[in-house]
């Protein structure tokens, strides 16, 4: 498993949070997806075999969320 973490701008309520959790977790092979809102970021754990960052931001951005380098 690996983690990474990815800016994510828009973010600001617990709706986003959810939002944004919930399309990764949807992710086959993402196994945990964690928004810290005040840093503007989303932490997640997943198998690098089955899902690439690439995927991961697409999913954020299909939510309405910008993503960071």
Do not use: P, R, W
Request: overall charge negative.
């Amino acid at each position: 498993m690996e983690n990474k973490s990815i800016d994510v701008q828009g973010m600001t309520c617990g709706h986003c949070k959810m939002s944004v959790e919930g399309a990764l977790k949807k992710l086959d092979g993402v196994s945990s997806a964690e928004v810290n809102l005040e840093a503007g970021k989303v932490d997640v754990t997943f198998d690098e075999s089955k899902v690439n960052v690439d995927a991961m931001k697409e999913a954020i951005e299909e939510q309405g969320y910008d993503v960071g380098a």
